[in-house]
């Protein structure tokens, strides 16, 4: 597992935990260091300045891991060629966007009630990671077209 997520030379690996890192730059001026297996496996209890930037650390580190597992299934136990460079972006992209759409979403509290996100987690988690961010309405959570600015 530890080689998969972490050392592995195939394609996928590497460009995902690159991606990984950009946004997290974005976020947080700093890089994201390349997270060994006890950082991804633990990520959920790992803890960052604000609540915000936890959560995002929290979604980044586990789906960054997650595709990074579906991209070597598919090349070792499905028999495809190795994922192109775009293609990863892309997969990424779509993976991280679709996070967010799901944060979005999941903000409706006459759908979800209690178990509603917090609109403020949400713009909290996201914030300086937007395309077009300063574009956006103050509370963006209803906006179509809301992507994540990497890739």
Known sequence: MEHILTKCDAPGQQKVWNLASELWKHKTGADLPPPTLGQIMACA????QDAGTT????IL????????WRLRNE???????PASNREITNRWCKTINN?????????NAIKYGKKAIDKRLVLSTWKNVLKNEDT????WTWETGVLVGVG
């Open 61 to 68: 580190v586990s789906e960054s891991a997650h595709l990074i």
């Open 99 to 107: 996070r967010l759409g799901i944060d979005c979403a999941m903000t």
């Open 55 to 58: 959560r995002l650390f929290r």
């Open 136 to 139: 956006l309405p103050k509370d």
């Open 45 to 48: 209890a790992i803890k960052r």
């Open 75 to 81: 090349r070792v136990i499905n028999a495809k060629d």
